[in-house]
């Protein structure tokens, strides 16, 4: 009875950053935790649902606000929330792309576009002549300042990286919506862009990315283990090295920026030394797509990823964030952005949508020494992509079921495709149906 006295206030449901944290949305997060959702769920539109809280906090200036409450006010001009951050605010948009991508909701991607239109616009606007990103300081926080506070306003090659991003994704979803205006100048400004931070940053003599213009790499010491919020960033001239900036180069590679032969330099220097988990994470995908797929299990494996599977696992049936080393790898298993859902669905089984929605798929597996086979079955708006391979002594074999409305293509880790259901075939361009493939090495 008592109770009966009291108004209870139940928000749109978001995907949160964490359930035994703060509990928010937090714009960057979703970019990890978006494709577990999408490669294990049927229906996405809590992730449609979060991206529209973030599009209601976005600013006049087109700042998009990093980690909203669910029903506070529309943002005035010059309010940036607590988290000043022009990263989390560009990170709305490669959000936005993924869940476009994956599942091919060209309604969202419409309804959304005035956001991404004026958010580019805003980003566009602190860049210098060659479309290096100028960071200023009233949005200089970012999530390896010291103490998350503001002040870093250094020519960052993660932002630029992630910047390169936002045109691209931009881009594509103008072209599909057919504002071929916006396609056009965007595309051009991700190429600039793309050869601007290549002379900025890439250091051809150690095969990476420098962490800035103004310094070669960052170093993270924490001075409390249960306390990232107290760490301290060294800026130093180490060497490359000493230190690998971990996440403008897992970004890097894993996004595509980086080319095929830079991915390769770069991805032996990927080692889990990252306080983060989400960019070990990238690390792995990156590792796995650039043909180091042993390294990539490497890292899963060394991360305690794999504890969720024993059985005398007790713990939450959740995820480990890489906050910081504890009990089981990680202090807290509760975080959705960094499940190894996607990982080991894009990388291992080796489904990737190449089109908006699927329509085009790639079927590519990312196998080990240790791993001979793998199925599993892909959600999409056109039905499930079941599919399966395993490896025989001269090859690999390919089950896939295509549904309608979409093309396949399968390329097998070695070798090639030589027969597809029985006759001779590449793989290239499968119709809807299912299908066997073989593939032989050593041809």
């Known amino acids: 009875p008592a109770l009966a006295r009291w108004e209870f206030e139940r928000p749109e449901p978001f995907v949160s950053d964490g359930a035994k944290r703060d509990r928010l949305v937090w714009s960057g997060d979703l970019y990890w935790a978006g494709r577990n959702f999408y490669y294990a769920f049927n229906d996405s539109s809590l992730m449609c649902k979060t991206i529209a809280l973030l599009a209601r906090n976005q600013a006049p200036d087109g700042f998009v606000q990093a980690c909203p409450y669910a029903d506070q006010p529309t943002p005035g001009a010059g309010d940036y929330g607590p988290f000043e951050s022009d990263e989390f605010a560009a990170w709305f948009i490669p959000v936005l792309h993924d869940y476009w991508r994956h599942t091919g909701d060209d309604a969202a991607a419409r309804r959304f576009y005035p956001n991404v239109k004026k958010l580019l616009g805003y980003l566009g606007g602190f860049t210098r002549a060659d479309g290096i990103f100028e960071q200023r300081f009233e949005t200089s926080k970012h999530a390896f300042a010291p103490s998350l506070q503001k002040g870093d306003v250094r020519h960052r090659a993660y932002m630029d990286v992630l910047l390169w991003m936002c045109w691209r994704g931009g881009a594509e979803m103008a072209r599909a919506l057919g504002e071929s205006g ?13 050869e601007s931070a290549n002379r900025a940053y890439w250091d051809a003599e150690h095969g990476l990315f420098r962490e800035s213009i103004e310094r070669r790499s960052v170093k993270w010491t924490c001075a409390s283990r249960m306390n990232y919020a107290v760490g301290k960033m060294t800026l130093g001239d180490e060497t490359p090295a000493d230190h690998v900036a971990m996440e403008p180069n897992a970004l890097a590679v894993e996004s595509g920026f980086a080319t095929a032969e830079q991915a390769k330099r770069i991805s032996p220097k990927l ?33 305690r990823w794999g504890v969720f599977a024993k059985p005398d696992w007790d713990g939450p049936w959740a995820t480990a964030e890489g906050m910081d080393p504890f009990r089981y790898g990680a202090c807290d298993q509760s975080h959705p952005d960094v499940a190894p859902a996607g990982y080991i669905s894009s990388c291992y089984l080796g489904v990737v949508p190449r089109t908006a929605g699927y329509a085009r798929f790639s079927f590519s597996p990312k196998p080990t020494a240790k791993l001979t086979f793998a199925e599993g079955r892909v959600p999409t708006r056109h039905g499930p992509i079941d599919a399966r391979w395993e490896k025989t002594s001269d090859g690999y074999v390919f089950d896939v079921t295509v549904p309608e409305g979409t093309r396949a293509e399968v390329t097998p880790p ?30």
């Open 414 to 443: 070695d070798g090639q495709i030589v027969e597809v259901d029985g006759i001779a075939g590449t793989g290239a361009d499968l119709p809807p149906g299912r299908h066997r493939l073989v593939s032989k090495r050593g041809l």
């Open 182 to 194: 916006d396609a056009v100048t965007w595309e051009a400004r991700a190429a600039q862009l793309r």
């Open 271 to 303: 080692v889990a030394q990252s306080w983060v988990r989400k960019f070990i994470l990238l690390s792995a995908i990156g590792k796995a797509r650039s043909g180091f797929g042993e390294d990539a299990w490497q890292i899963i494996s060394t991360n």
